[in-house]
């Protein structure tokens, strides 16, 4: 068993506090508490079910549902790699802007999730797609940083330095490819769509949202 984990942009230190993105990931641990609580559900009421929304109702669930998680490994992996990536598109965005773009980029990474399986009655839930979209933005952003990385196989462990375009380039395909693989299955699982869709809209439109002065800024890396 082997995998990746990115710890931090190694490349640049963001110039103000990344107060928006702690906010985030705080909210889906008090989410994630209120799920325990409550249970299925709590689960069921606040997740997005496309069919539910393809009928046009609970739309709010689009929003609600990128605060949950299925399990403590899902909360804390989403919640590495916010903390990863999230502080230097937050310092080049903007507090106020990121959030905005934070939301925009869960809410449609959804709805990629709900039109490609609009009959479906499994809840969707997770904060992937918001943070794929922040993952889109950076890369074309910040391609040449250098990500510090936990490298893991089995028992070999050790600490390395990848480039973005490497790393989240390799992340995109592999949601790519497995998408491809179980694009018929209606059990659950992975919502490789709404990764999918999250990173395109922060790939293409990300840089909208980018203040350019603020870009100034950083054009030096540390």
Same mark, same amino acid.
């Given at each position: 068993?082997g995998?990746l984990?990115?710890?931090?942009?190694?490349?640049?230190?963001?110039?103000?506090f990344?107060?928006?993105t702690?906010f985030?990931i705080?909210?889906?641990a008090?989410v994630?508490l209120?799920?325990?609580?409550?249970?299925?559900?709590?689960?069921h009421?606040?997740? /997005?079910?496309?069919?539910r929304?393809?009928?046009?109702?609970?739309?709010?669930?689009? =929003?609600?549902?990128?605060?949950?998680?299925?399990s403590?490994?899902?909360?804390i992996?989403?919640?590495?790699?916010?903390? %990863?990536? !999230?502080? @230097?598109v937050?310092?080049?965005?903007?507090?106020?802007v990121f959030?905005f773009f *934070?939301?925009?980029?869960?809410?449609v @990474?959804?709805?990629?999730?709900?039109l !490609?399986?609009?009959?479906s009655r499994i809840?969707?839930?997770?904060a992937?797609?918001?943070i794929a979209?922040?993952?889109g933005v950076f890369?074309?952003?910040f391609?040449?940083d250098r990500?510090?990385t936990l490298?893991?196989f089995?028992?070999f462990?050790?600490?390395?330095?990848?480039?973005?375009?490497?790393l989240i380039?390799?992340w995109? =395909?592999m949601?790519?490819f497995? *998408?491809?693989?179980? @694009?018929d299955?209606r059990?659950? !699982?992975v919502a490789?769509? /709404?990764?999918?869709?999250?990173f395109?809209?922060? %790939?293409i439109?990300?840089?909208?949202?980018?203040d350019?002065?603020?870009?100034?800024? =950083?054009?030096?890396?540390?």
């Open positions: 068993m995998g984990i990115p710890l931090g942009d190694a490349s640049r230190r963001p110039r103000g990344a107060g928006v702690l985030i705080l909210a889906n008090y994630f209120l799920e325990l609580e409550g249970g299925n559900r709590f689960v009421a606040w997740s /997005a079910v496309p069919i929304i393809t009928h046009g109702h609970r739309e709010i669930t689009l =929003l609600t549902s990128m605060f949950m998680h299925a403590w490994m899902h909360i992996g989403n919640m590495v790699f916010l903390w %990863a990536f !999230g502080p @230097a937050e310092d080049v965005m903007g507090h106020f959030l *934070y939301f925009a980029g869960g809410i @990474a959804m709805l990629a999730q709900v !490609g399986d609009p009959a809840p969707c839930l997770g992937s797609g918001a979209a922040v993952m890369i074309v952003t391609p040449r990500i510090r490298l893991f089995f028992i462990i050790r600490i390395t330095f990848i480039p973005a375009v490497f380039g390799f995109f =395909l949601q790519v497995d *998408y491809g693989v179980v @694009a299955v059990s659950g !699982g490789y769509l /709404a990764h999918i869709g999250g395109l809209f922060g %790939a439109l990300g840089r909208m949202f980018v350019e002065q603020r870009m100034a800024l =950083l054009r030096r890396p540390i």
